[in-house]
């Protein structure tokens, strides 16, 4: 029973060696980095808030249920943009 701790063990700091050797090849983001993401978040965010800011005035002034699928997903796709970069980006 103690060699299978010992095999567990033996895996676990081979994992912590390789979390680390991929901690230090991941080098800090520079400001050009930065700033790429940063214009490519506000102009993807841009677009689909217009998407779901239309999306939502055609559901409220054309009462379907195609029309509330339809802005129901562009809200949906909206958040999981903003989602996905508040993860990305931390």
């Known amino acids: 029973m103690s060699s299978g ?16 050797k991929a901690a230090e090849k991941k080098s800090a983001p520079t400001f050009a980095d930065a700033k790429k993401f940063l214009e490519e978040a506000e102009r993807r965010l841009f ?22 699928q339809i802005a129901a997903d562009a809200n949906q796709e909206l958040s999981g943009f ?3 970069n508040v993860q990305e980006g931390a």
Do not use: Y
């Open 82 to 84: 903003q989602r996905g």
């Open 5 to 20: 701790g010992m095999v567990f063990g033996g895996a676990t700091r081979a994992q912590d060696l390789q979390a680390k």
């Open 47 to 68: 677009d689909l808030s217009n998407k779901a800011q239309r999306a939502s005035w055609v559901e409220e002034n054309f009462i379907t249920d195609d029309t509330e």
